[in-house]
């Protein structure tokens, strides 16, 4: 293990010290370097992928809350790469041949036969589009790249032991990310990009290890404790008013998933959120494209609204809570109303006018894939619900991972699931699950050994 990670760290050093180089000297906008940044990356993940795919993973897995900073993105046409999804996406591609060769296995049940399904659709959709680059964008980055993570760690990571690891390294890239955030934190709370990362993604990301570690019980060493801290602070410093509600209420939901009724909770988020969603979405009277975007125009430089936008007036104001929402359900109509004029199919996946994305999965849901699009997304995570509430009775690393998706959930009702870097963090959460279901003790009903995965 130590020399493996000796020679990626090394790899990704010298990968990344060259990248920030022609960054820094702005040699990076002659057009023959960036396709040679991106060859040398190719390179390295190919190397990796033949002598040691679960290392690279591992890396992967660490530099995650990297994605998109700045200085180690590259552009090949309208889609930005990162070291990660130039990684996962090999990863992916090789394990997909690994399958086809009869050479790795990946068991097909309910949840993966839905996102097949999805993937077919939303392709159709894009190729359907009237603007097939923007749509493409889109599709890249909520589906595309997702699907490929599923891919890669269902594949790659077939064993307990080393779906410890990716964990294991997930949590050390979010606590070293997180020391971003606790110096952001100590220099006056401000609510910002963080190494260009959305404070959604910040505070969904660092949510991970907070509930993974302290739900497990490892937050009892002293360094863990240190780890699960620094990744607290960071998580408050994201002022994300929903995760933090579901931060402070996450031990009764995770008593709930414990008791049985992680099934009758996802049931009781997708139904009750939906006819609210519908209610007040058509209860607030219609504006055009137009007005919502002089009306949102005007929630940004109102003096007594904007000073609450990004400091921590924006956790108790409720004025500005107010006026947020209603900015949201203007928004959510023409979505809805988008979907009124394409139930069966949807528009497709392409960025919005007023938002990239709508801010609530339902109207992304509907809007994008229409009737066919909604059912097959929700499908997935009621098969996942589904399956994982059993074991989540009897196993504690399932029983937080169905918390981590349901708080996800939760919070996409107000920022959408394709918001950010959220649908990276779902899609892994998700094969993370499956991979604990497929390598946790065989023996129904009995609770697995120890708190670790």
Same mark, same amino acid.
């Given at each position: 293990?130590?020399?493996?990670?000796?020679?990626?760290? =090394?790899?990704?050093?010298?990968?990344?010290?060259?990248?920030?180089?022609?960054?820094? =000297?702005?040699?990076?906008?002659?057009?023959?370097?960036?396709?040679?940044?991106?060859?040398? +990356?190719?390179? @390295?993940?190919?190397?990796?992928? +033949?002598?040691?795919?679960?290392? %690279?993973?591992? +890396?992967?897995? @660490?530099?995650? *809350? %990297?994605?998109?900073? *700045? $200085?180690?993105?590259?552009?090949? &046409?309208?889609?930005?790469?990162?070291?990660?999804?130039?990684?996962?996406? #090999?990863?992916? !591609?090789?394990?997909?041949?690994?399958?086809?060769?009869?050479?790795?296995?990946?068991?097909?049940?309910?949840?993966?036969?839905?996102?097949?399904?999805?993937?077919?659709?939303?392709?159709?959709?894009?190729? $359907?589009?009237?603007?097939?680059?923007?749509?493409?964008?889109?599709?890249?980055?909520?589906?595309?790249?997702?699907?490929?993570?599923?891919?890669?760690?269902?594949?790659?990571?077939?064993?307990?032991?080393?779906?410890?690891? #990716?964990?294991?390294?997930?949590?050390?890239?979010?606590?070293?990310? /997180?020391?971003?955030?606790?110096?952001?934190?100590? =220099?006056?709370?401000?609510?910002?990009?963080?190494?260009?990362?959305?404070?959604?993604?910040?505070?969904?990301?660092?949510?991970?290890?907070?509930?993974?570690?302290?739900?497990?019980?490892?937050?009892?060493?002293?360094? !863990?404790?240190?780890?699960?801290?620094?990744?607290?602070?960071?998580?408050?410093?994201?002022? /994300?008013?929903?995760?933090?509600? #579901?931060?402070? +209420?996450?031990?009764?939901?995770?008593?709930?998933?414990?008791?049985?009724?992680?099934?009758?909770?996802?049931?009781?988020?997708?139904?009750?959120?939906?006819?609210?969603?519908?209610?007040? =979405?058509?209860?607030?009277?219609?504006?055009?494209?137009?007005?919502?975007?002089?009306?949102?125009?005007?929630?940004?430089?109102?003096?007594?609204?904007?000073?609450?936008?990004?400091?921590?007036?924006?956790?108790?104001?409720?004025?500005?809570?107010?006026?947020?929402?209603?900015?949201?359900? $203007?928004?959510?109509?023409?979505? %809805?109303?988008?979907?009124?004029?394409?139930?069966?199919?949807?528009? &497709?996946?392409?960025?919005?006018?007023?938002?990239?994305?709508?801010?609530?999965?339902?109207?992304?849901? $509907?809007?994008?894939?229409?009737?066919?699009?909604?059912? %097959?997304?929700?499908?997935?995570?009621? #098969?996942?619900?589904?399956?994982?509430?059993?074991?989540?009775?009897?196993?504690?690393?399932?029983?937080?991972?169905?918390? !981590?998706?349901?708080?996800?959930?939760?919070?996409?009702?107000?920022?959408?699931?394709?918001?950010?870097?959220?649908?990276?963090?779902?899609?892994?959460?998700?094969?993370?699950?499956?991979?604990?279901?497929?390598?946790?003790?065989?023996?129904?009903?009995?609770?697995?050994?120890?708190?670790?995965?």
């Amino acid at each position: 293990m130590s020399t493996r990670l000796l020679l990626y760290a =090394s790899t990704i050093s010298v990968l990344a010290l060259l990248t920030a180089f022609l960054r820094l =000297s702005h040699l990076d906008r002659m057009c023959l370097l960036l396709p040679l940044l991106a060859m040398l +990356v190719l390179l @390295a993940c190919l190397f990796a992928l +033949v002598f040691d795919p679960q290392g %690279l993973l591992y +890396v992967l897995m @660490a530099i995650f *809350p %990297l994605t998109d900073f *700045p $200085l180690f993105r590259f552009e090949i &046409g309208v889609i930005t790469f990162s070291p990660f999804s130039a990684g996962i996406m #090999c990863l992916g !591609v090789y394990g997909l041949f690994l399958v086809a060769m009869g050479k790795a296995r990946l068991k097909l049940e309910g949840c993966d036969v839905a996102i097949l399904l999805l993937c077919l659709h939303y392709l159709a959709s894009t190729l $359907l589009s009237n603007d097939i680059m923007r749509s493409g964008f889109l599709a890249f980055h909520a589906l595309f790249i997702p699907v490929m993570i599923y891919l890669a760690l269902r594949i790659h990571a077939r064993t307990s032991e080393e779906l410890d690891n #990716c964990l294991l390294f997930l949590c050390i890239g979010a606590t070293l990310f /997180s020391v971003f955030g606790v110096i952001q934190a100590l =220099s006056g709370i401000q609510r910002s990009q963080l190494l260009n990362i959305h404070p959604i993604t910040q505070a969904a990301l660092t949510y991970i290890p907070i509930v993974y570690l302290g739900f497990t019980g490892r937050a009892r060493h002293p360094l !863990v404790l240190l780890a699960t801290a620094i990744c607290a602070v960071s998580f408050m410093a994201s002022l /994300s008013r929903v995760f933090i509600a #579901c931060l402070l +209420v996450s031990p009764l939901f995770y008593w709930l998933i414990r008791k049985g009724f992680a099934r009758h909770l996802m049931l009781g988020l997708i139904a009750i959120s939906l006819f609210l969603t519908l209610h007040f =979405s058509f209860k607030i009277p219609g504006k055009t494209i137009q007005e919502i975007r002089e009306y949102g125009n005007i929630l940004d430089v109102h003096k007594e609204l904007a000073k609450f936008e990004k400091g921590p007036g924006r956790l108790v104001n409720f004025q500005h809570w107010a006026a947020s929402m209603e900015m949201r359900f $203007l928004a959510y109509r023409i979505g %809805l109303e988008e979907f009124l004029d394409h139930p069966i199919m949807g528009t &497709g996946l392409k960025p919005g006018d007023v938002m990239i994305t709508q801010h609530n999965f339902h109207v992304e849901w $509907l809007e994008y894939g229409g009737v066919i699009g909604y059912v %097959l997304y929700a499908s997935i995570f009621m #098969c996942f619900f589904w399956q994982a509430g059993g074991a989540a009775m009897h196993d504690n690393a399932t029983a937080i991972f169905a918390l !981590v998706i349901f708080v996800d959930l939760f919070n996409c009702l107000f920022n959408g699931i394709m918001h950010g870097f959220l649908p990276y963090i779902v899609f892994m959460i998700l094969a993370f699950t499956r991979i604990r279901l497929e390598t946790m003790p065989a023996v129904a009903g009995a609770p697995s050994e120890g708190a670790r995965p």
